[in-house]
């Protein structure tokens, strides 16, 4: 670029020219920024003037110092921008209006100053010290004017937002120039909200007040910033260019991942043409529930009673707090934690989080939904990445590598050329959120993705952590190494949501059906619909997998496609119908006019061969990526070598195997079950859609190859015994065994006779844990051996192990009058509401939900239970669907014990008409907490109570007690209710 551009610094109170020499060595070195020429404009600013003679200039003053340094210093520069730097920037606004409002000189400004840049600028008053200033520095004017609420600052933010920020022309009294905000993250001097106040294109940086504006390196992230303001300030249009090259993205982001995804799926073949059905359709929002007992990079830290007894006691009432959640790792939620769906938790909490679940717990679909949320929005922009085809390599970064993938969506190498230009603009201005999908399914590069996630995640700045991108990261529990982030752990499904979403499902396989009237096919729907849930209420074993969203979703399809059919009591005989289903459903569109090697062996069935098939390639690639070898990923290559030898030993099958292998992969990858990737090393390499179905492929196939010897099967599986990527696998096979004529005796009889818990990793690999596991997955055991898994899973229960009333929970349906008895013999033996709780609650997921409630109903009306237990009971209670006991009850504990915190939560979760008007009695109680109200307030409006949020904030600014801020927040809010506050443009104005 030949013509130059002239930035002109401009301090901050009780500053000089100097605190811009970091900037501006980097900028000479810059060879990026040759065309950058830098001024440091000065001017008198102190905390008194000793001198009788002198004055401290007022901000007039200094913004007419500043024209005049403009017109003749910096006169050679035909392009400015300004950059200023806290009280810098006010100087730089009240320039701005006395060169428009008093000289009329809009069409000078626009040929000379392209934009204009504060740093930490206190547009809102600067609270720091503020008593103190008031004392010490009464007379300095300079102060007066950086004080909250000044007259003649308020009046200026306005002149510019609406002459300057909004103006559409260039005239004499108005030009439209950019001016961009960056706040400190970590400033206390000029906050946050003070500095982004209503201007539009505010961001935030990590450091404080002045760390902001001392950057000591080309990596530092105000550096980063400026540089990309003057590359834009000096390429006029490349703002506007790349903001229409995100609103692309955005679309098309929308249009990859809004959607239903069709593959994989075995649905009706004639319909295919359904992959228009909008995500939205058959989406159930998530809850999650936040995490603390994370070391920052360490193992799970569970807190001992040595610790603190109350903190102990407080966390585990948390642990209950959502009746039907299963744990499998360690943990404790946070103080005063509460649920909440993982969007909100990306969207208002930590920059960087991670969110687990187990297998099937909906993560993928979730982080799709957000990715589509976000690109409607448009506040953040989504860069989904699926980790296990990330192109991470020793030269190229992960950041690299998640770009290159969303830019994968585009075919013409110079769209995508101009999309990562777009994006990398983005990420430098912090408005892009990374969604990292499947951490736990990373093959290639682990410890480098690990440590880049956490470098991306994090930021030094002055030797301190702090926060750094936008990240959010998903995992399963087991095998995850922890990041320094926040974490969140997605809750199974309640009772109500498998019910709407099997609704859902029903509506959409309706679609399918030769049914032209929209009144048969909603009726279909809702009768079947029905009857499958009336189906898992009435069999407590089937109420896992309808926790589980992919379960339910398999389940669903099953029953859609077998309506008031005989339902699979196992997860592995869900698989296995999928499975089939899939075969049946493309095999009936293959073309019969060709000819496919299968056809050359009249004693093969095509079923027969397929399903095999894809078992055998579920074990490999399972092996080639969790096994003992490192060198033994599954290649194509590779693994086509051991599909082939497969055919050989395994199915005698010598001629004609090469085809035989190749026309399998293809059939399963149309199939969708099963995917190819070139993104790996440059080499093709084999991916399972969902890595269930490849855990339990490898399960099906480990079974059928030691048939004729299962305890060699549990020989090979011992020697994955530590590796958590076989923890599915393990149970998973054993329920197999069963399917092919072998019992578990003693194989169970082995694990409980070990039963040394700490040899293994993760509660799941337990020696117990894992035999119930086994026997919930079909494991096949004598009585003897299932009476005395049973007996020792009671002793654990007894002693405090939630883990155990899970487990009995789990296999309690096969001899549920024992399991029973025994939970009755340890609430005899516990008198504690702990216990008393977990064995309600264990029951509860054993019985129809209209026993379990009775055991609730007497803990949450016992006055001799600690509140906190009391409303964990009701909460639960309204959570089976008896919302109206539930609120009965704690109407009840609020008259006579108070108003606890969770009773809000449980509340806000009810919805109904008696909760919200339970909410409404308690958000107009001046004696509960500021906080609390708001909340409330803020639950009404979002479900559209307005008038019940608008008594609720009155309530709260005519309690005398308010704090001053809270004060002015709620008028703020009343005043948006009432429409007192309208939205224009991007800042917000009063009527």
């Known amino acids: 670029m030949d013509e130059q551009l002239g930035v002109v610094f401009v301090h901050g109170f009780k500053s000089s020219a100097a605190v811009w020499d970091s900037f501006v060595r980097?900028?000479?070195?810059?060879?990026?920024?040759?065309?950058?020429?830098?001024?440091?404009?000065?001017?008198?600013?102190?905390?008194?003037?000793?001198?009788?003679?002198?004055?401290?200039?007022?901000?007039?003053?200094?913004?007419?110092?500043?024209?005049?340094?403009?017109?003749?210093?910096?006169?050679?520069?035909?392009?400015l921008v300004l950059v200023a730097h806290s009280q810098g920037g006010l100087i730089v606004q009240r320039y701005l209006h006395r060169m428009l409002g008093h000289r009329g000189r809009g069409q000078d400004i626009s040929r000379r100053i392209r934009r204009v840049i504060l740093f930490a600028c206190p547009n809102d008053g600067a609270q720091f010290g503020l008593t103190l200033r008031r004392i010490l520095l009464r007379k300095n004017p300079q102060e007066m004017q950086l004080r909250p609420l000044d007259e003649q600052i308020t009046d200026t933010r306005a002149f510019v937002l609406n002459r300057v920020i909004h103006a559409r022309q260039v005239s004499d009294g108005s030009c439209p120039i950019s001016i961009v905000v960056y706040a400190g993250e970590s400033d206390n001097i000029v906050t946050p909200a003070s500095a982004r106040s209503t201007f539009p294109e505010s961001f935030v940086l990590p450091g404080h007040h002045f760390s902001i504006v001392q950057p000591n390196s080309y990596e530092h992230r105000s550096y980063k910033a400026l540089k990309l303001q003057l590359l834009a300030a000096a390429d006029g249009g490349a703002r506007e260019s790349t903001q229409r090259a995100l609103d692309d993205y955005c679309e098309k982001i929308r249009g990859r991942y809004g959607f239903l995804e069709l593959a994989g799926i075995p649905m009706d073949s004639d319909?295919?043409?359904?992959?228009?059905?909008?995500?939205?359709?058959?989406?159930?929002?998530?809850?999650?529930?936040?995490?603390?007992?994370?070391?920052?990079?360490?193992?799970?830290?569970?807190?001992?009673?040595?610790?603190?007894s109350k903190e102990t006691r407080d966390a585990v009432v948390r642990q209950l707090e959502w009746l039907w959640q299963q744990s499998r790792v360690e943990k404790r939620p946070q103080e005063h934690a509460s649920a909440l769906p993982p969007e909100e938790a990306v969207q208002s909490g930590p920059p960087s989080v991670v969110i687990l679940g187990v297998p099937g717990a909906g993560k993928s679909t979730m982080m799709r939904m957000l990715a589509t949320q976000m690109a409607a929005s448009k506040d953040l922009i989504p860069v989904y990445v699926q980790l296990s085809e990330a192109e991470v390599t020793e030269s190229l970064s992960l950041k690299e590598a998640a770009l290159n993938q969303a830019t994968g969506l585009y075919q013409d190498a110079e769209d995508r050329h101009r999309i990562k230009y777009a994006l990398n603009t983005a990420v430098a201005e912090n408005r892009v959120c990374f969604l990292f999908d499947g951490l736990d399914e990373v093959h290639h590069q682990k410890e480098k993705v690990w440590a880049e996630l956490r470098a991306m995640g994090t930021e030094t700045v002055d030797n301190k952590e702090c926060p750094g991108a936008r990240i959010v990261v998903t995992s399963r529990p087991s095998g995850y190494t922890p990041l320094p982030f926040a974490h969140f752990r997605i809750l199974p499904l309640l009772p109500e949501d498998s019910q709407r979403f099997i609704e859902q499902w029903f509506n959409v396989l309706a679609r399918t059906r030769e049914v032209t009237s929209p009144e048969l096919r909603t009726q279909w729907a809702r009768d079947n619909g029905a009857w499958l849930t009336d189906q898992l209420e009435a069999r407590p074993q089937l109420r896992d997998i309808a926790s589980n969203p992919l379960m339910l979703t398999f389940l669903t399809l099953y029953a859609g496609e077998n309506p008031r059919g005989r339902l699979p009591e196992h997860r592995k005989d869900l698989y296995r119908s999928y499975v089939e289903r899939l075969f049946t459903g493309w095999e009936s569109r293959r073309n019969r006019n060709e000819s496919t090697a299968i056809e050359r062996f009249d004693d093969e069935s095509p079923?027969?061969?397929?399903?095999?098939?894809?078992?055998?390639?579920?074990?490999?690639?399972?092996?080639?990526?969790?096994?003992?070898?490192?060198?033994?990923?599954?290649?194509?290559?590779?693994?086509?070598?051991?599909?082939?030898?497969?055919?050989?030993?395994?199915?005698?099958?010598?001629?004609?195997?090469?085809?035989?292998?190749?026309?399998?992969?293809?059939?399963?990858?149309?199939?969708?079950?099963?995917?190819?990737?070139?993104?790996?090393?440059?080499?093709?390499?084999?991916?399972?859609?969902?890595?269930?179905?490849?855990?339990?492929?490898?399960?099906?196939?480990?079974?059928?190859?030691?048939?004729?010897?299962?305890?060699?099967?549990?020989?090979?599986?011992?020697?994955?015994?530590?590796?958590?990527?076989?923890?599915?696998?393990?149970?998973?096979?054993?329920?197999?065994?069963?399917?092919?004529?072998?019992?578990?005796?003693?194989?169970?009889?082995?694990?409980?006779?070990?039963?040394?818990?700490?040899?293994?990793?993760?509660?799941?690999?337990?020696?117990?844990?894992?035999?119930?596991?086994?026997?919930s997955d079909g494991a096949i055991i004598d009585d003897e051996t299932l009476s005395e898994l049973l007996t020792k899973l009671s002793r654990r229960a007894s002693a405090g192990r939630d883990e155990a009333f899970s487990a009995l929970a789990s296999i309690g349906w096969i001899r549920p009058s024992e399991v029973l008895s025994l939970l009755t013999?340890?609430?005899?033996?516990?008198?504690?509401?702990?216990?008393?709780?977990?064995?309600?609650?264990?029951?509860?997921?054993?019985?129809?939900?209209?026993?379990?409630?009775?055991?609730?109903?007497?803990?949450?009306?016992?006055?001799?239970?600690?509140?906190?237990?009391?409303?964990?009971?009701?909460?639960?209670?309204?959570?089976?669907?008896?919302?109206?006991?539930?609120?009965?009850?704690l109407r009840e504990i609020r008259r006579t014990k108070g108003t606890a915190y969770f009773m809000i939560d449980a509340l806000k979760e009810f919805g109904t008409a008696e909760s919200i008007a339970m909410l409404t009695e308690i958000g107009m109680d001046h004696k509960v907490s500021n906080f609390s109200r708001s909340e409330i307030a803020?639950?009404?409006?979002?479900?559209?109570?307005?008038?019940?949020?608008?008594?609720?904030?009155?309530?709260?600014?005519?309690?005398?007690?308010?704090?001053?801020?809270?004060?002015?927040?709620?008028?703020?809010?009343?005043?948006?209710?009432?429409?007192?506050?309208?939205?224009?443009?991007?800042?917000?104005?009063?009527?």
């Open 825 to 889: 013999k340890i609430e005899g033996f516990n008198t504690d509401g702990r216990t008393r709780l977990r064995v309600a609650e264990t029951k509860g997921k054993m019985q129809p939900r209209s026993k379990a409630i009775t055991s609730l109903s007497e803990l949450a009306c016992d006055d001799n239970l600690d509140t906190n237990f009391r409303v964990t009971a009701a909460w639960a209670s309204g959570r089976l669907g008896y919302t109206r006991e539930a609120v009965a009850w």
């Open 607 to 775: 079923a027969s061969f397929y399903t095999w098939f894809i078992y055998r390639v579920a074990l490999r690639v399972h092996q080639g990526y969790y096994g003992a070898r490192p060198d033994d990923s599954p290649t194509e290559q590779r693994l086509i070598s051991k599909l082939r030898r497969d055919l050989e030993f395994l199915r005698g099958v010598t001629r004609h195997s090469d085809a035989l292998v190749k026309e399998g992969l293809d059939f399963w990858i149309m199939a969708g079950l099963l995917r190819k990737t070139e993104a790996l090393k440059g080499k093709e390499w084999y991916l399972f859609r969902h890595q269930t179905f490849q855990e339990y492929g490898a399960a099906r196939a480990l079974a059928e190859q030691h048939s004729d010897a299962p305890d060699d099967a549990w020989s090979e599986l011992m020697k994955c015994r530590s590796n958590p990527a076989w923890a599915e696998v393990i149970p998973l096979t054993l329920g197999c065994l069963a399917d092919v004529g072998h019992r578990a005796d003693s194989i169970i009889s082995t694990l409980l006779r070990e039963e040394v818990s700490d040899k293994s990793p993760s509660v799941d690999l337990e020696d117990i844990y894992l035999a119930a596991r086994c026997v």
């Open 26 to 79: 980097l900028i000479e070195d810059d060879s990026d920024l040759a065309f950058v020429v830098p001024f440091q404009f000065e001017y008198d600013t102190r905390l008194w003037q000793p001198d009788p003679s002198r004055q401290i200039p007022s901000f007039d003053t200094t913004a007419d110092n500043l024209m005049e340094y403009l017109e003749n210093t910096a006169a050679d520069c035909e392009r």
């Open 271 to 308: 319909n295919l043409r359904l992959g228009g059905i909008p995500l939205s359709d058959v989406y159930i929002q998530l809850e999650a529930l936040p995490e603390i007992g994370r070391t920052r990079e360490g193992p799970v830290v569970v807190p001992t009673d040595a610790e603190t």
């Open 938 to 991: 803020e639950y009404m409006l979002n479900a559209g109570e307005r008038k019940l949020a608008d008594r609720v904030f009155t309530s709260m600014i005519n309690d005398p007690s308010i704090d001053k801020e809270t004060l002015i927040s709620t008028i703020g809010k009343r005043a948006e209710i009432r429409g007192e506050i309208r939205p224009r443009a991007e800042g917000r104005w009063f009527v």
